[in-house]
């Protein structure tokens, strides 16, 4: 079985349920969005939702991924940067306790925070202090960080660092490894598009992208973005959400339709398809059963609150993947 690697801004979620949606017209964040703020924003969003549930998680969209890849029985690692901090020691230690490897580099700047808005309607907007997690540098990556592994997978948040993330997939690239990229938002998208349409003819071999972040890429509705995105990376993979995924590696073409759930929070579903799609490319599957895999846990983690699912529920889902 293949090994895989995962980098990312190392943030530790707090997931917080909404009662409604005014909460973030009184923030000034758009619904549905991924905004980067500062500490101090950060804290204001804290304060301002202090009164409503809460929980903890280690998150991240590549932490989210290579955690789940973990528990379904995959070898892997992590790469991130956290702060000598309570928040940085729960990080490392909840993927230690997942299974993951974690390559963690250390500095006095906080970790990062991500707080996490969640919707009546399950929808989820972020407010994110990047803290430490900004603080990877091109001259953190070293081949070591890459051996023993096969495939990295990279979450596209880490695009507005672009020597860093340049560095981090030529030389994964160098040390032979496959390379993975989530696009991760459709407004980050927007605002990096010519350098990510660059990496991605230079070194992905694997596209993860949903709905809006497609056309943000390429323009286009998902069936003809899907088209264009196949044409520079080997795999090219568009989620619509309900409707699904598409799959595109050379000329075969793949629709792959969701499980029946009963959704809650869909935070986590994009990491957590990825993480399925993954685990089938890990064991040489073809792409309708990797994708299938991915509808699974994609299904299954919109169903709980957060991106973090106990052992009863993983225990239904290997039975389920096993199936396939």
Request: hydrophobic share 40%.
């Amino acid at each position: 079985m293949a090994k895989i690697i995962a980098m990312g801004n190392a943030l530790v979620d707090i997931m917080t349920m909404l009662d409604d949606d005014q909460v973030l017209n009184n923030l000034n964040l758009p619904k549905g969005s991924m905004q980067l703020v500062d500490a101090e924003t950060s804290k204001k969003v804290q304060e301002f939702t202090e009164h409503l549930p809460k929980s903890l998680a280690s998150g991240g969209s590549a932490a989210n991924s290579i955690r789940s890849l973990a528990t379904l029985g995959t070898k892997t690692g992590y790469l991130g940067k956290i702060g000598r901090d309570k928040m940085g020691e729960f990080f490392a230690k909840d993927m230690i306790h997942t299974g993951v490897t974690p390559k963690l580099i250390k500095t006095d700047t906080p970790t990062g925070i991500a707080v996490a808005l969640v919707s009546k309607d399950s929808e989820r907007t972020f407010a994110t202090y990047l803290g430490a997690a900004a603080e990877l540098t091109p001259e953190d990556i070293t081949p070591e960080i890459f051996e023993g592994f096969d495939i990295l997978h990279v979450e596209g948040y880490l695009i507005f660092n672009n020597e860093l993330i340049e560095k981090a997939m030529q030389t994964a690239k160098e040390c032979g490894l496959t390379i993975s990229l989530d696009m991760a938002s459709y407004n980050i998208v927007d605002a990096n598009l010519e350098f990510l349409k660059y990496l991605t003819e230079k070194y992905v071999n694997i596209l993860f992208a949903n709905e809006e972040e497609a056309k943000s890429f390429t323009g286009k509705a998902p069936e003809e973005a899907l088209e264009m995105i196949a044409k520079i990376c080997d795999i090219a993979i568009v989620k619509v959400g309900k409707n699904g995924s598409y799959i595109k590696k050379g000329d075969f073409k793949h629709e792959e339709g969701v499980i029946k759930v009963k959704p809650i929070d869909s935070t986590g579903a994009g990491d957590n398809y990825a993480a399925g799609f993954l685990y089938g490319i890990t064991n040489n599957w073809d792409l309708a059963k990797c994708a299938k895999a991915g509808a699974i846990l994609a299904g299954n983690v919109i169903e709980v609150i957060g991106a973090t699912m106990d052992e009863k529920r993983w225990e239904n889902i290997k039975q389920e993947i096993a199936k396939i």
